[in-house]
């Protein structure tokens, strides 16, 4: 079944450190790739997008992706978390061919600790 | 400033009443999108349009209509409430274009609703 994965549930990292949360889709095409912030209380804020070129894209607030074609995974990176990056954070794929639709992973909750 | 707004944060109703969450946005997007949001469930689309009176169903659209009367508007309406319909709801809205290649989804604050 086609389908977003995001492993991690909940991440806890403590501030200054490196943080890197996984997504994985199963399609059968390159879908368009994108990460989401959700803040307490708020909607939900690009970070980074991948339609195609470089693999390797960044991101508003110093995060970056990786998109792997051979492990369908597009991973969120930053090297070093603030407190303020506590929030949710989603992936997110666009098929291509089908114009308007999002699929949603199920989203990682990221604590930081001081 | 690109702006999608809902016109209410948080709302609690009961059991069988007739529930609108609007949402509106500034940006003169054609596509808009309702999503409700659970935990350990992501979010799923309810319903989108991409256009005005055009609507196509989501993933879960049961239990839900929608209504397009304005380019700038986009209601949800839940014909009788029920509690399994207790939720955040998220309305997005997108610029038309060639698939992805234009801006992606907007997203407004979202509306917390509680059924009683």
């Known amino acids: 079944a086609q389908s977003v994965t995001q492993p991690d549930i909940h991440i806890t990292v403590s501030e200054g450190a490196s943080l890197e949360l996984r997504c994985n889709y199963s399609?059968?095409?390159?879908?368009?790739l994108f990460w989401y912030v959700q803040s307490p209380g708020q909607g939900l804020q690009l970070l980074l997008k991948?339609?195609?070129?470089?693999?390797l894209v960044q991101g508003i607030k110093g995060f970056e992706a990786e998109f792997k074609r051979s492990q369908s995974s597009f991973n969120l990176r930053k090297p070093s978390v603030h407190w303020s990056d506590a929030a949710e954070y989603f992936c997110?794929?666009?098929?291509?061919?089908?114009?308007?639709?999002?699929?949603f992973g199920t989203g990682t909750s990221l604590t930081v600790i001081p | 400033d690109v702006k999608v707004t809902q016109s209410s944060r948080y709302l609690v109703k009961r059991t069988g009443e007739k529930v609108f969450l609007e949402c509106v946005q500034d940006m003169d997007h054609e596509n808009m999108f309702w999503y409700r949001q659970d935990p350990g469930l992501g979010l799923r689309l309810i319903y989108f349009s991409y256009d005005v009176k055009m609507k196509e169903k989501g993933d879960i659209p049961e239990g839900y209509s929608v209504s397009r009367e304005k380019k700038e508007r986009f209601s949800l309406i839940l014909e009788s409430a029920s509690t399994n319909q207790t939720s955040m709801y998220l309305c997005?809205?997108?610029?038309?274009?060639?698939?992805?290649?234009?801006?992606?989804?907007?997203f407004g604050p979202g509306t917390r609703l509680t059924v009683l």
């Open positions: 399609y059968g095409a390159t879908p368009y």
């Open positions: 997005a809205s997108r610029a038309a274009g060639a698939l992805f290649s234009t801006d992606t989804q907007y």
């Open positions: 991948y339609f195609s070129g470089d693999t």
């Open positions: 997110a794929v666009g098929l291509r061919g089908t114009g308007n639709q999002f699929y």
